[in-house]
């Protein structure tokens, strides 16, 4: 069967978009200031600002911001899935826009604010959409919950700013129908099927905004 032209998903247009802006910023990228050692990798140098801490890395320019997250700052509370943009569960924010970190190379990320799972709890206390996946059993084994928690509070926002969703029918700010949350979130995948829970929980805490 033949789909309409507006039945793209959010997956798929994350995706185009994602690879667009990673050739851009690729193209600034390689006129960064360069070290290498002997008989070693050549390294770019790139402050990456996480949580609101700068870091100062000497990286190898294929190294991807989900690794230079895991395994050059220790933040492994971002989750490495597929590796390949199909999962969502490597999402972070980027200056307040989620972003599948896998899919962007660390030094093209320069300048740019991130925030993780680690970064989302303020002064002690959780976010509120983590207090709500924690209420409403948003998980099972957990391992796409940073992902799914890190995506629904860039899509919140992204509702709160009237950004359209990619099924054009669906209803905009300022509440969004399970339905489409369902769709926004498309792009998180959860093994364990524990989506009627986190889209409750996500329904529970917009609730919880201002209109
Ligand atoms: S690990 Fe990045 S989308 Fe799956
Ligand atoms: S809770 Fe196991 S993959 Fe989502």
Redesign the pocket.
Known sequence: MTSPPHAITRRVLGIASVVTAMFGREMQAQTMPSSSRPNGPTKNNVRLTVNGQAHDLALDPRTSLLDALRDHLGLAGTKKGCDHGQCGACTVLVNGVRLNACLSLAVAREGDSIVTIEGLATDGKLHPLQEAFVKHDG???????PGQICSAVGMLDEIQRGVPSAVGDLAAAPQASGTEIRERMSGNI???S?YPNIVAAIMETQQGRPG
């Open positions: 998980f099972q084994c957990g391992y796409c919950t959860c093994r364990c524990a």
